[in-house]
DNA sequence: TCTCATTTAATAATCTTTTTCAAATTCTTC
DNA sequence: GAAGAATTTGAAAAAGATTATTAAATGAGA
């Protein structure tokens, strides 16, 4: 995503228009790499450029966002969805570790489970086409 | 959980007592294995043996039965809480496959991780106590 | 049985997310 | 660049799940 016109198509595809609001919530989630935004914090960060925005548009502009895979949903079962940015553009997430401490995530960058999944697509008849993977645990610094 | 006494014991433990309410959510869980219910289900359910039962107190069994381990919390991000007897009484819950066409929740009993977790407790230096792994895709009806 | 802390049902409150709707904006066509 | 049709927006209300409150009821030990 590096510049507005390929927005603009993207959404144009899906029969969305660009809007600035939208633009601004895409920055916002470009702009914080590997920090799992809540919908709450985006919304605080986008009223810096964009102070008249409304909630509601920020929900609605995540779940296009999530739908056209340039961002990527994320539960971590604290009671709210967190946002990053789909960098590889693939359906793939990445997996969490959570420090169940502090609370800190880090991220798994490779993708462990190819093997796995081969054996449970035979094992059971099920054609896997992604995949969701928390590790709860200790960090270095609780431990 | 084979009697009422063993729960009680177990309730004692903590500082709960034995409620007619918390032996019929519990009971209502174990009856139906491999259920994934939800909390709006698991109220249904109990309010036939228990028609005064309220939602809230409900809620707050889940919760106390969760924390001892008897019960399991799952999220399958259909946007509320589902519960399973925990049969083998450990912290690691079995992984779930989840067809996006019908819904149809499968289980898969084997714990094929171990070696992954070792690679990342080695590679992050992060100590791995739990894991929620889900992966979606087609089951073989759907497919 | 008595006592006291815990638990309950009912209700209100909270929190996240979605819906509604009139007004504003985008995009296409001229 | 203006006009028109459809989409999008902000504000507020609504919805849905979960938690907190509170007086009354209940469980468990003495």
Request: aromatic content about 6%; overall charge negative.
């Amino acid at each position: 995503m590096d510049n507005v016109k390929e927005l603009k198509v993207m959404l144009k595809e899906k029969g969305y228009k660009l809007t600035p609001q939208r633009r601004a919530v895409l920055n916002i989630i470009m702009e914080n790499p590997g920090k799992h935004l809540t919908t709450e914090e985006i919304y605080d960060l986008v009223k810096v450029q964009c102070p008249d925005i409304g909630l509601a548009t920020v929900y609605r502009t995540l779940q296009i966002l999530d739908e056209m895979d340039l961002i990527m949903k994320i539960n971590l079962d604290d009671g709210c969805s967190r946002y990053e940015y789909n960098v590889h553009q693939d359906d793939h997430e990445h997996h969490h570790l959570i420090c169940t401490n502090c609370g800190k995530i880090m991220e798994v960058n490779e993708d462990l489970l190819d093997s796995i999944e081969a054996q449970i697509e035979k094992d059971y008849d099920f054609t896997i086409t992604d995949h969701k993977v928390k590790f709860f645990g200790l960090c270095s610094t609780c431990r």
